[in-house]
């Protein structure tokens, strides 16, 4: 009997059922069937695989080859955290109740400013008006309007400490007035209302908080203490060098 034969069977390969890009040497993408491999001897072709495929090296490894890489002098720096609006705010006004109460603080006793407190409303409105006062400047900075709004509340703070009530206040800007606070915040003596007045003059001075303004101060009284320094030195020296004593043991 003859033998039966079979067809040959193809020898092709089923199509693969995902393709994926691959950079050809001419830099032109083509679609193959496959893992990504970079075609053999290319570096610029590897380098462009590589930028898909992230390397299997931990980031601690790589950080450090990278920074081994950089000459000295170049090392990478960190980012330094940014500042938030919670915290700018905060610095801002930190800063503004440093200036305002700078001079405050030469005339007045230590705390008598803090002995009161002005509702948060009153204290805006005094801002308001402080700007009117000022000829409505426009395009003022935020550290400027900071500083206005505490230098508004110290022109309130001065006012109760002189004896003011704050339904008085509240009848000036046609606000109604709350129960029970017709009454004094504060009784000062003699010796204090005295200085309430030196700092109810020192704050008519426009900007009498101005950075520039404080600083000078604070230069002045460091030169001040310097020379008293120099100046009780230069006295033991002849304090000591009167009696034969060397100058080193006084």
């Not at 679609?31 to 970079?38: E, K």
Request: aromatic share 4%; charged share 25%; net charge positive.
């Amino acid at each position: 009997l003859p033998k039966r034969t079979h067809p040959a069977r193809s020898q092709t390969p089923p199509p693969s059922p995902m393709a994926f890009p691959v950079v050809a040497l001419g830099g032109a993408p083509s679609l193959v069937a496959g893992p990504i491999r970079a075609p053999t001897g290319s570096r610029r072709v590897a380098s462009r695989v590589q930028a898909v495929v992230p390397s299997a090296r931990p980031r601690s490894l790589r950080r450090l080859a990278t920074s081994r890489a950089l000459p000295l002098g170049s090392q990478p720096q960190q980012d330094e955290p940014t500042e938030t609006d919670a915290q700018r705010e905060a610095r801002l006004t930190a800063d503004a109740v440093y200036l305002v109460e700078f001079r405050l603080g030469k005339v007045l006793p230590k705390g008598l400013l803090d002995s009161v407190t002005i509702p948060a409303k009153l204290t805006e409105i005094r801002s308001f008006v402080r700007w009117e006062d000022a000829g409505k400047p426009e395009n003022t900075s935020r550290e400027w309007q900071v500083r206005e709004y505490q230098a508004a509340l110290v022109d309130l703070k001065l006012e109760m400490l002189a004896g003011g009530n704050l339904n008085d206040v509240r009848r000036r800007y046609n606000l109604d007035t709350e129960f029970g606070q017709d009454a004094p915040l504060f009784a000062p003596n003699s010796e204090q209302l005295s200085l309430l007045r030196i700092a109810a003059n020192l704050v008519k001075e426009p900007e009498y908080y101005a950075p520039g303004k404080i600083a000078a101060i604070v230069a002045n009284e460091v030169n001040k203490d310097l020379d008293l320094k120099a100046e009780s030195r230069a006295r033991i020296d002849r304090v000591a060098g009167g009696t034969g004593t060397p100058a080193g043991d006084s």
